[in-house]
């Protein structure tokens, strides 16, 4: 049985879980790239019957799942994956199975980058490590406002972080209640309020047709010119061409971003260069302590697979 674990960019998967249980039935490589061109990840892939992919870095639509005549097994880590096609893989007789995933990490990341903005901790240690000192006024974070999108797992474990700080929490979603924001700590507004008062805006929602583009250049019109938006859910929530323009312009105060439209970003992308971003490479949910439950859960659900008793399958 040969088994692929792909987008390992850190290159831990076999250290962070014990494979000893798959072997030696099975064959096991591990790939720390990403490849994009559909012809060069046939032809790396087309002899596995069981691969282990890692949440949204390498995408499996019909059309290369229907080239992959061998695999048998996908497992994915986390609950779900919108960048795989569940119903083209039932149909064609690939069992799609997901691993459990912490909320805390990402929300944790999400604080950290409020922080470091609030704070501007990039350009002072960028001052630091070049042999400088001070160079900018942070703000403090007691007594501002926190603006959450999305009042759910995620959203929830944010605006309970404002609060500890001392923030007034409003929030903002389709479907939010009164109710359950005030069950969070937290005051249900409408989206344009929202953008107008909040002096940290962050943004926890499931990529969608409903939210793709919901930050849109109208949005970002709103916003205080010294507020910042952060976004460590997906790239694409926010129009990126409208948020460039912004931060360009000095619009708004700057943008935290964990997530982007293209991933890995290209090196020489335009939001690498702004002095009023700042950007982490997608590690929201990349910790020492998901990362064990998501490499000992993908060896898991293989080996129940393997037992004729896949767990943990995902339907669509």
């Known amino acids: 049985m040969k088994i692929a674990l792909l987008d390992d960019y850190q290159g831990v998967a ?14 096991i490589t591990v790939f720390r790239d990403t490849l994009t061109d559909p012809d060069a990840l046939v032809a790396r892939l087309k002899d596995f019957e069981i691969l282990g992919i890692m949440r949204e870095r390498t ?34 007789g690939i069992t799609v199975c997901g691993t459990p995933s912490s909320a805390h990490a ?44 999305g009042l759910g797992r995620l959203g929830s474990l944010v605006a309970g972080y404002g609060r500890a700080f001392g923030m007034k929490v409003i929030a903002w979603s389709q479907n939010l209640t009164a109710e359950r924001a005030a069950e969070q700590g937290a005051e ?4 344009e309020r929202l953008f107008r008062e909040a002096d940290f805006i962050t943004l926890h929602l ?25 976004n460590t859910s997906r790239g694409p929530i926010i129009e990126r061409t409208a948020l460039v323009a912004a931060l360009k312009e000095n619009r ?30 997608h590690v929201g949910y990349v910790s020492r302590e998901n990362y064990a439950t998501f490499y000992r859960e993908t060896a898991e659900d293989i080996a129940a697979f393997l037992a004729g008793k896949p767990r943990n399958v995902i339907e669509g």
């Open 59 to 92: 995408p499996f639509p019909r059309s290369l799942l229907e080239r992959l005549p061998n695999l048998k097994l996908l497992v994915t880590t986390g609950h779900r994956n919108d960048s795989v096609d569940v119903a083209a893989a039932r149909a064609l």
């Open 106 to 149: 990402a929300a944790e990341l999400t604080w950290a980058l409020i922080m470091a903005a609030a704070r501007r901790v990039d350009l002072e240690t960028g001052s630091f490590r070049n042999g400088g000192w001070q160079v900018g006024l942070g703000r403090d974070l007691k007594g501002a406002t926190l603006g959450v999108v």
């Open 206 to 230: 499931r990529l969608s047709d409903r939210s793709r583009g919901l930050v849109n250049a109208e949005i970002l019109s709103l916003m205080k010119p010294d507020a910042w938006v952060v």
């Open 14 to 27: 076999l250290a962070c879980a014990d494979w000893s249980g798959l072997l030696p039935a099975a064959e």
């Open 252 to 281: 708004i105060g700057g943008a935290a971003l964990d997530v982007f439209d293209v991933e890995p970003l290209p090196a020489d992308d335009e939001l690498r260069r702004l002095d009023n971003v700042v950007a982490t490479p």
């Open 188 to 191: 249900a507004v409408d989206k």
